[in-house]
């Protein structure tokens, strides 16, 4: 597709559960970031990978939190053991040589 | 650590009337600034940003922004506003150099445009 897709784009689980989101960036972008949106809050930051690593995970909030792009495409942001705080909108965003980051629509988590 | 302060989490205007929407950041190093707007049910998208050099920044859609460094500002212009341009409006900051991927956002300001 020509932007960037998030699927699923609306995710209820229940408190406990493993969950996972799946990004698929542009074509051809080597660089591609996890943003969470919590109520009322900006985007803030997670994870970015250049390629099939991640070259900074700082913003994971705690090690129930973990991503992965095995093949330096798709990515995976999985959730082990979900809380009620973890809910918000999961945003992917990839790059290219411009720097500029294009996001997608986002996956809104909903943990009961 | 830097910070993005909006002012304004909401702001009414009449359509065709101006409208500024404001930005303060903080930060020990020289930074890169943005401005996203987010429509229903979209994602977010760029609409300009400062990097270097003039002050004043003209985006998409007719919006502008100017960079006062001495004020830590950068707020967001447009002379004459439409019923479309009705989104919520993100400032954000990074460093320069290499951790320029790393945005910090503002908690956002609902633009809306009434007839």
């Known amino acids: 597709g020509a932007g960037v897709s998030q699927t699923p784009s609306n995710k209820v689980t229940e408190k406990g559960k493993y969950v996972e989101l799946r990004c698929d960036p542009i074509?051809?972008?080597?660089?591609l970031y996890w943003y969470r949106q919590s109520l009322g809050q900006g985007p803030e930051f997670l994870i970015y990978?250049?390629?099939?690593?991640?070259?900074?995970d700082s913003g994971l909030p705690n090690d129930r939190f973990f991503a992965v792009r095995p093949e330096g495409s798709v990515s995976t942001l999985k959730i082990q053991r979900t809380e009620r705080g973890d809910s918000a909108v999961y945003l992917c965003a990839s790059s290219g040589v411009t720097g500029e980051l294009f996001f997608g629509e986002g996956s809104r988590l909903t943990v009961l | 650590a830097q910070s993005v302060t909006q002012l304004d989490s909401q702001v009414p205007v009449f359509e065709e009337a101006p409208v500024e929407l404001r930005c303060n950041y903080s930060?020990?190093?020289?930074?890169?600034l943005f401005w996203y707007v987010q429509y229903p049910n979209q994602g977010l998208q760029l609409l300009l940003k400062y990097l270097s050099g003039s002050t004043l920044v003209k985006g998409i859609n007719g919006f502008e922004a100017e960079f006062n460094k001495s004020q830590t500002s950068f707020h967001l212009r447009k002379p004459s506003v439409h019923i479309s341009d009705t989104a919520e409006y993100f400032c954000a900051v990074s460093e320069g150099g290499g951790s320029n991927y790393k945005l910090t956002f503002g908690k956002g300001t609902l633009l809306t445009v009434n007839p």
């Open positions: 930060s020990s190093v020289s930074v890169y």
């Open positions: 074509s051809g972008h080597t660089a």
């Open positions: 990978f250049q390629g099939t690593g991640a070259a900074d």
